[in-house]
Nanobody, 121 residues
Framework: QVQLVESGGGLVQAGGSLRLSCAAS????????MGWYRQAPGKQRELVAD???????KYTESMKGRFTISRDNAKEMVYLQMNSLKPEDTAVYYC???????????????WGQGTQVTVSS
C-alpha cells in the first residue's frame, strides 16, 4: 500500500511564503514523476509544477518565478516553496506521484489528501 501525505499548509498574508511537503511511504519500488496540483473553490484542479526523478521541472506559467518544486529522492519527499503569495493562490494543494509498486511492479498515479493554503489580503 502506498500513501502520500502533505503538510505545511495554513493561513498566510499576501506577500508571505509557505513551504509544502509531501511524504511518500509504503510499498515503493520506484518514485517517478512527482507533482503539485491545486484546486480553488468552484474551479478545476490545475497543475502547479512537477518534477521528474532526475530533477527536470515544469511549471504552470503563472506560478513560474514564485513557486519552486524540489525533491529528495532518499527521503521520498517532494516540496513546494511558495513565495510572494497572492489571495488567488488560495486553494487546496495536492501532491501526486507516479509510483512503481514493489509488490506488483506496476506504475500507478497516487494522490495525497490535500492541504489547505489560504492567503489573506
Amino acid at each position: 500500500q502506498v500513501q502520500l501525505v502533505e503538510s505545511g499548509g495554513g493561513l498566510v498574508q499576501a506577500g508571505g511564503s509557505l513551504r509544502l511537503s509531501c511524504a511518500a511511504s509504503g510499498s515503493i519500488f520506484s518514485l517517478n514523476t512527482m507533482g503539485w496540483y491545486r484546486q480553488a473553490p468552484g474551479k478545476q484542479r490545475e497543475l502547479v509544477a512537477d518534477i521528474t526523478k532526475d530533477g527536470i521541472t515544469k511549471y504552470t506559467e503563472s506560478m513560474k518565478g514564485r513557486f519552486t518544486i524540489s525533491r529528495d529522492n532518499a527521503k521520498e519527499m517532494v516540496y513546494l516553496q511558495m513565495n510572494s503569495l497572492k489571495p488567488e493562490d488560495t486553494a487546496v494543494y495536492y501532491c501526486n506521484a507516479f509510483i512503481t509498486d514493489s509488490r506488483t511492479y506496476s506504475s500507478v498515479l497516487h494522490w495525497g489528501q490535500g492541504t489547505q493554503v489560504t492567503v489573506s489580503s
